[in-house]
């Protein structure tokens, strides 16, 4: 039992150290909670597509295979400027991505699809996936007037500890009226 003299103290104690604590909005649900286990191949493009709509930087990194990935650009589009190219890997990926999640509107309206799809296995852990792609792109650099991109995408896929990652990715125009996910990245790798 408290005696008097500290019964006041005690009492004053919670009510100030209520000023000390500021109530907040709570955070929105981590984007992480988008990302499934890519245990299949259809797990794994479904992950890749949310990543680029919602323009989750973490996520769409964590569909590549690390220091083994590569990517090939459309010849066409990459120009006068394959150099940069050269050296693709998941770190330009994510430079890339992020220049373009930064010049996006915090809710991005991107929409990516597929067609013509076709796998084929090369063994039980390794396939390559290819497919015509449309890509709308809604940002807000002014310069980059492109909101459709069209071409052939061809996945080079590896599956570990059970799980499937992007270890090559090359990128085909298919036509001369678009321009192609090579042209997206050479813009904001550079800008």
């Known amino acids: 039992m408290l005696r008097p003299r500290y019964l006041l103290p005690a009492l004053l104690l919670p009510a100030g150290l209520s000023g000390c604590f500021q109530l907040r909005e709570p955070e929105l ?8 286990p890519p245990t299949q191949i259809d797990i794994l493009l479904t992950n890749f597509t949310t990543s680029v709509q919602r323009l989750n930087p ?10 083994s ?3 090939v650009p459309d010849p066409t589009a990459a120009g006068t400027t394959a150099a940069l190219f050269a050296n693709w890997s998941v770190s330009e990926e994510r430079d890339y991505f992020n220049s373009l999640r930064r010049r996006s509107a915090p809710t991005p309206g991107n929409q990516l699809t597929f067609s013509n799809r076709r796998d084929q ?3 039980a852990d390794s396939a390559e ?10 940002q807000s650099d002014t310069a980059f007037r492109a909101p459709l991109l069209e071409g052939s995408i061809c996945l080079l896929v590896r599956r570990r500890n059970n799980e499937w990652k992007i270890a090559g990715w090359r990128d085909q125009r298919t036509t001369t009226d ?4 090579t ?3 050479k813009y904001f790798i550079t800008h």
């Open 29 to 36: 649900p981590d984007a992480a909670s988008d990302w499934l």
């Open 58 to 67: 973490s996520n769409y990194e964590r569909c590549f295979s690390g220091p």
């Open 69 to 71: 990935y590569r990517f």
């Open 121 to 123: 296995f090369f063994t």
């Open 129 to 138: 996936v290819s497919a015509l792609y449309q890509l709308r792109v809604v």
């Open 178 to 181: 678009r321009l192609s996910w």
């Open 183 to 185: 042209d997206l990245k």
